[in-house]
Structures are given as C-alpha cells and as structure tokens.
C-alpha cells in the first residue's frame, strides 16, 4: 500500500514543542480523514487529534486539547501534529493514520497506520 512520509519527533525538555508531519501525495490526497495517535511503553495506541480535511473540523483528547494543534496543509497533502507545553505524559510513538469513514471524529475508524515516530519528553 502506499506509504505515509513521517517526519519531526524527537527528544525534549518538559514545556518544550515539537512538530510532527506526515504526508505523501497519494497518502494524503485521498483520505477523507487524517489523524495522530500515540502507545507509550506498555499502553494500548490511543487517539491524539483528527480533523476532515475538508476542513469541516478538528477534534482532540481531553488531555491534549489547547496544547496541540492538528492542521492540514492543502498545499502538501501534509498533515501537521503542532504540540506545545509538552509533559512526560506525552512520552510515545506517535503514528499518522488515515480513514475515508463520513465520522472523522470516531478514533476507532482510523487505520493503515504510518511509520511509527518517537516522542520523548523529559522532566
């Protein structure tokens, strides 16, 4: 199947940001939905953010909301995970993660699952 381009993780500080990008012409262009999730060590994978990319919305988990921002840049097919005043909570692999379901809002539609990225947050 075709591949998503993950690019961006790494390691920071506890309050620090990082940015996380997935993208991939093909990968993108087609999907109706797109989103981030994240499996820290010994934890099920758990939804983060999702939006349309149509632009009809963005939706979060509790515990990220106003910290991280999900956005779809049209010009790229790229989907971006912006993620600010970072905590040792938001330890994990994230993966992008694509649906063509109508409810972009329902973790449990997502899958063909993208490379893995490593976030590491320390305090």
């Known amino acids: 199947g075709v591949q998503a381009q993950v690019s961006g993780g790494g390691s920071v500080q506890a309050g620090g940001s990082l940015r996380l990008s997935c993208g991939g012409s093909?990968?993108?262009?087609?999907?109706?939905?797109m989103g981030w999730f994240r499996q820290a060590p010994g934890k099920e994978r758990e939804g983060v953010a999702v939006l349309y990319t149509d632009g009809r919305g963005t939706y979060y988990r509790d515990s990220v909301e106003g910290r991280f921002t999900i956005s779809y840049d049209y010009a790229t097919n790229t989907v971006v995970l912006q993620m600010n005043s970072l905590h040792s909570g938001d330890t994990a692999i994230y993966y992008c993660?694509?649906?063509?379901?109508?409810?972009?809002?329902?973790?449990?539609?997502?899958?063909?699952w993208g490379q893995g990225t490593q976030v590491t947050v320390s305090s």
């Open positions: 993660a694509r649906s063509d379901a109508l409810s972009c809002h329902l973790w449990q539609v997502y899958g063909d």
């Open positions: 093909e990968y993108t262009y087609r999907s109706n939905c």
